[in-house]
């Protein structure tokens, strides 16, 4: 059938349709994303085999004599995502769907079969019901938006609140270690020590300390950023260093650097956030190699391929392997804890650190898909998926009107926390609830100097 003019109201004429075979724009940038995510998935292996397994031995990565069909398997499961990646964001909860593909999927698809002592098809089960939960978490940005009714809250008031907030949860965090300033990085694992010591889990205060440092700090930094309050932004540099001063935190140190990081991509190339963030990891990864080839700095490479992706690749690996053959965990060390019998001597991070890692004071927390498979199995892997996509759903419903970069750059956080935390963990106990009530009660928008403009959300079918 051969398409028809349209009239267009604003010229007063028609407008003649574009023929059939014309190359659209967005024809073009799904080979431009699946080009960057195999340069991506292509660097990372190439660190692997050429540094990582030769730095990190001890950690469990190793070079395993395999037949090259599985690793072109790995390498291709790793690369089909970017198929149905958002090539652009119209969400801000795609930003942590990005994130999750970067740290979770690609390298839990291709490297338990270099760690595992099992034949690689015994894996191949987890890690295609893996990619399927992934593809299914997808489809929660094709829903349409929830109605949310929320309060009117005046911006004053609600500064006010939040920068009291802050300031009492982080001078009550702070008292546990006497208002000490301590940045050095020798006693950074001593100071976790003790302050797990100091503050119990489950107690007031470690609730006060996750929330300072996973929701507290962020929020106060992205709404800072963004509406251009010098105050927030210095109450959550603050945040940081008293969160790294009590527990040697990683990651109020940096929170900072990666949402600045991620500035850029959620602002000017927000149009081409796929291709852009594909292309920028892979070449970061390079980067990597170059500085350590350089430098022979050993940090360089631990805190970005190993502590970024290899770290979470290898845990996936020995979640599915520990759990395939003892008990599973039904949530007895955490949210059912006292209801259910857990049949273990330790929590279940601590659990796999004695096992793998041969000491229990090594926290090995995984993914949230990991610790689904750890809890209830691939059962608990599907479940995890659809309270997520609920969560998405809820996250890109209460952002309409307030702006894309502050939900945004939370989504990038909150991507972070789960590739390393069950959901229910980061839900209760690393801020995510608390962000989801300042996002609700935020109010909203009325200039945005630092914001792109709105991407209309694509309707429709593309060729």
């Not at 994130?99 to 987890?126: R, S």
């Not at 205060?205 to 996750?210: E, N, R, T």
């Not at 949530?331 to 259910?340: H, P, S, V």
Request: net charge positive.
């Amino acid at each position: 059938m051969r398409p028809t003019a349209r009239f267009d109201a604003g010229k007063g004429n028609l407008v003649q349709p574009m023929p059939a075979w014309t190359v659209r724009k967005n024809d073009v940038d799904r080979p431009l994303v699946v080009l960057g995510c195999a340069l991506f998935v292509a660097a990372l292996q190439f660190s692997y085999v050429f540094m990582d397994v030769k730095l990190f031995p001890f950690f469990g990565l190793r070079l395993t004599r395999l037949d090259p069909l599985w690793l072109v398997l790995g390498f291709l499961m790793a690369l089909v995502p970017s198929l149905w990646l958002p090539a652009r964001l119209s969400r801000p909860s795609q930003v942590a769907y990005w994130v999750l593909y970067l740290t979770v999927i690609v390298p839990a698809m291709w490297i338990p079969y270099q760690t595992l002592d099992v034949p690689p098809h015994l894996y191949l089960a987890y890690s295609g019901v893996l990619l399927g939960c992934f593809y299914g978490l997808g489809f929660s940005h094709l829903a349409p938006r929830w109605h949310v009714k929320r309060p009117v809250v005046h911006p004053d008031y609600f500064f006010f609140a939040l920068t009291a907030i802050a300031i009492v949860f982080t001078l009550a965090v702070w008292s546990t270690n006497g208002f000490h300033i301590e940045i050095g990085l020798q006693d950074m694992y001593n100071r976790r020590k003790e302050a797990k010591s100091e503050i119990s889990a489950g107690s007031i205060m470690s609730y006060l300390k996750g929330n300072l440092t996973s929701a507290l700090q962020p929020y106060t930094f992205a709404l800072g950023i963004t509406r251009g309050s010098l105050i927030l932004v210095c109450i959550s540099v603050w945040i940081g260093l008293v969160g790294f001063s009590v527990e040697g935190s990683k990651t109020s140190a940096a929170i900072p650097f990666l949402l600045l990081a991620m500035y850029p991509f959620l602002t000017r190339f927000r149009a081409k956030f796929g291709i852009a963030i594909s292309i920028a990891a892979g070449i970061a990864v390079l980067v990597v190699i170059a500085a350590y080839s350089a430098t022979h700095i050993i940090g360089i490479p631990v805190v970005t391929t190993w502590r970024l992706f290899e770290a979470k690749g290898l845990l996936s690996g020995f979640y599915w392997d520990f759990f395939t053959t003892h008990p599973k965990a039904l949530m007895a060390d955490g949210f059912l804890r006292g209801l259910i019998h857990y049949p273990y001597p330790y929590p279940v991070s601590q659990q796999i650190g004695l096992t793998y890692f041969g000491s229990a004071d090594t926290n090995a927390n995984a993914n949230l898909w990991a610790s689904a498979f750890g809890d209830f199995g691939y059962l608990g892997m599907i479940a995890e998926t659809v309270l997520l996509a609920m969560l998405f759903r809820l996250i890109d419903s209460i952002s309409l009107n307030r702006g894309f970069l502050i939900p945004a750059f939370l989504c990038a956080f909150l991507g972070m926390k789960l590739s390393d935390v069950a959901l229910d963990t980061s839900i209760l106990s690393h801020g995510t609830l608390a962000i989801l009530v300042f996002l609700y009660i935020l109010p909203p928008m009325t200039k945005a100097p630092l914001e792109s403009p709105v991407l209309q959300e694509p309707t429709g079918a593309t060729a």
